[in-house]
Structure formats: C-alpha cells, structure tokens
C-alpha cells in the first residue's frame, strides 16, 4: 500500500509532527512518520533520524553526532534525498520546518518525480522559495506562526495542510493519455525556428516548450528525468553561454544529464550560443567593459561572445554530447544563430561562428547514433525548422 510521509525533526519540532501526522491519518491517509531531526526525537515515529542518515554516501557518521549545526543539516539533506529516492511506496510526502528542517526536507522532494504529491508548510514560505523549490512542483505552504509549540493558529494550518496532501494521495491525477510528450527550448531569438517545429510536430506530439533561462532547461530535464518526455528538440542551448561566462540565466553542470541519463531521442542546435544574458548595463561586470552588447529590454542586456568563447562553449557541449547513447541529431546552421547573428545583424560574427562550429564537430565524437551536421541555412529559415523535424521524427521511429 502507498503511503504518506509525514517528515519533520521529531527532536525540536515533535509536537506539530504528532498533530499532523495524526490529523493526516483521520483525514483516510496511511501514515509513515519520518525523523529527520539530528538529536533525539521527543514523540515515536516509524523511521527514525539514524535510518535516513545511513542513507548518507559517508554514512550516518556523516550526519549525527556533529556539533557543527550546518553541517549536520546539509549531511541530512543529502541523506534524505537518498533516503526517499529509495522507497518504493511513497503516495505523498508532507514535512514541516523552519530554516533547517525545510532544507532537508525540500533537498529529498527535489529529487522526487514531478506530480508525486509535496506539501511543505514552513516558517520560511512566504518569502524567496526559489532555493527550496526549484524547478520541482513542490507546494509551499506558510506556517504563519513559528513551529514552537501548537497553538489555535498552528492547529488549523496543519489541519489544513494533511486535508491537502491526503485528497491529492487519495485521487492522484490520471496518467497522461493521447500524445506523447516533448520538450523544446526557446528564446525570443529563435522563436520562429521554434514556432515552426511545433506546427510540425503538433499533430503528433504534446509540444512543451521552454523559455531558456536557466530553470527552463533544468525544467525540460527534470521532466525528462522523471520519465514524462518522449523526447526532447534542444534547439536554444544559450544557458551554457551563462554558466560559463558568468551570465544571469545560467545552466547547471549536469545540462544535458537527463539526456545522457534516459536516453532520449535528442535534437540539439546552436540556438542563441552568440550571447550571455546581463541585467542593465550598471551590472554588468567590469572585465567586460568595452565588448559589444545589445540592449534587449532597459532591464535585460546582452553581450555577443567572442570566437575564444564559442570555442569554450562548443567543447563543453560536444563533450557533454559525446556521453549521451541514445539517439542524437546535432543540427548546425551556418548562416547564424540567433535573430541578431544574421547578414547585416547587430551580432553577425562568421569567425565566432566557425570557432563554435568546429568545437562541436570536434569534440561531440560521432558514432552512428550521434552525429552532428550541417546545414547551409540561418537558424530561424523554415527550412532549418523542417530539417529539425524530419530529424526528430527519424531517430523517434528507431
């Protein structure tokens, strides 16, 4: 049978553990309690804090018996995420905390698939989730008053929240019938390319697209990761242009890990990789005084890479590629990469062009399931659209 987790730190925040625990078991949820706190729990549970801190790589040595308080809940953090990933019979997972409990708490929702049922009521809810969310669907929900004892107040939001997470167990939502799924990634200086493919593709396939800012790509591949993509037209890869030069809608390291990771059928480009995203010209850091920018919006300005910076950029892609065996199709268009990367353009620059170029095909290790190739035309020409599409449609049916 499912069940739903109840998590909090069972040492400081007991009470309002038992409560919710016991209103989520009245409200028809089975109940698993779950100690993540680093010191003795004050209330019984059904997993204790010495359970999940064995799921640490080091061991729960790693976790308990530390004085130092931030290492502790960064121990259990990693400890907790291992620890749920593991089990087979999560419904739901509910937790509670402040600073430190939500932390942990949130660090093992992320790593859990989207659309499993998360609710996490914390002190910290109405203010910048951004780090305990991320581009996980968990549901932030405030405490309103601190975790310090149950109160009228506290009763009534806890009381709430295992309303909350016992309907959603109790009538998770239909799998996804009809078309498959796929994930695009967009810009604003690629919009028609991709426009295009999704008129190609609609008829066929759910086409979900992406807005490359950082979350966009780490959102496209959480959703590959978690098993809800039948494959992915990588098409604007700017986000690495950000993660390596510093920009404000940067990637992550592990861009292109879900691709490696489930080996979806892959189309990638070049999309928009003439650029790294600042925010208004006072910000932009001094070193690169003097470069050429483009002015987008009065908040968002944009810098055009250098042929030394293509090249980077083209080996940490083909490298990241050269990991990938499911099926890749690596499409380039000679004639530019962006709206601005165009004959005449504020951004034309063949040079850095041919350094990006020849980086990929360099260092992406062909094989016949991976290649790179490309083609005598500009990003957002429809014909680029159509040859990406027949790329997709291809591997898609091996």
């Known amino acids: 049978m499912k069940r739903i987790y109840v ?6 925040k007991g009470e309002e553990l038992a409560f919710l ?19 003795g729990a004050t209330v019984p549970v059904d997993i204790e804090a ?56 949130t660090a093992g929702m992320r790593a859990l698939p989207l659309g499993l049922p998360k609710i996490m009521v914390s002190t910290l809810a109405s203010g910048d989730t951004a780090p305990y969310v991320d581009v996980s669907d968990i549901v932030m929900m405030p405490s309103v008053t601190d975790m310090a004892g149950l109160n009228r107040l506290s009763r009534v939001v806890l009381h709430n929240a295992a309303q909350a997470i016992a309907g959603m167990a109790a009538k998770p939502a239909p799998s996804a ?59 604007t890869t700017t986000e690495v242009c950000d ?15 879900a691709i490696a990771r489930t080996k979806l059928p892959y189309v990638g480009s070049v999309g928009a990789l003439d650029m790294v995203n600042f925010w208004a010209p006072p910000t932009i850091p001094e070193k690169y005084r003097g470069r050429l ?6 908040n968002v300005t944009l810098m055009r890479t250098t042929a030394d910076e293509c090249r980077a950029i083209g080996e940490w892609i083909g490298g990241r590629l050269a990991n990938c065996d499911g099926p890749v199709r690596f499409l380039i268009p ?12 504020a ?44 790329a997709f449609l291809d591997i898609a049916k091996k």
């Not at 028809?28 to 100690?35: H, I, L, Q």
Request: hydrophobic fraction near 45%; aromatic fraction near 6%.
């Open 7 to 12: 998590v909090g730190t069972a040492d400081t």
């Open 21 to 39: 625990a016991d209103a989520v078991a009245a409200a028809g949820g089975p109940v698993t309690r779950v100690d993540i706190g680093t010191r």
């Open 50 to 105: 010495g359970e999940v801190a064995s799921h640490h790589p080091d061991g729960a040595r790693a976790v308990l018996g530390i004085d130092d308080r931030g290492t502790a809940v960064a121990g259990m953090g990693v400890a907790f995420a291992r620890f749920i990933q593991s089990r087979d019979d999560v419904a739901g997972v509910i937790g509670i905390g402040g600073g430190g409990g939500t932390s942990i708490i």
């Open 177 to 235: 019938a009809g078309k498959p799924a796929l994930g695009l990634t967009m810009f604003g200086v690629t919009t028609p390319c991709v426009t295009a493919i999704v008129e190609q593709l609609r008829a066929d396939y759910d086409c979900m697209v992406f807005h490359a800012t950082g979350t966009g790509g780490r959102s496209m591949e959480k959703l590959a990761d978690s098993g809800l993509l039948a494959g992915v037209l990588d098409i």
């Open 243 to 257: 993660l390596l030069f510093g920009g404000v809608l940067p990637a992550t390291e592990d861009r292109f890990g």
């Open 293 to 298: 920018f483009y002015e987008h919006n009065p």
């Open 334 to 345: 000679e004639k530019g990469v962006s709206a601005l990367d165009i004959e005449g353009g």
């Open 347 to 390: 951004f034309f620059d063949p040079e850095a062009d041919a350094a990006l170029f020849e980086a990929i095909e360099r260092t992406i290790k062909p094989t016949r399931n991976r290649t790179a190739a490309r083609l005598p035309l500009h990003i957002n020409d429809p014909a680029f659209a159509k040859a990406a599409a027949e």
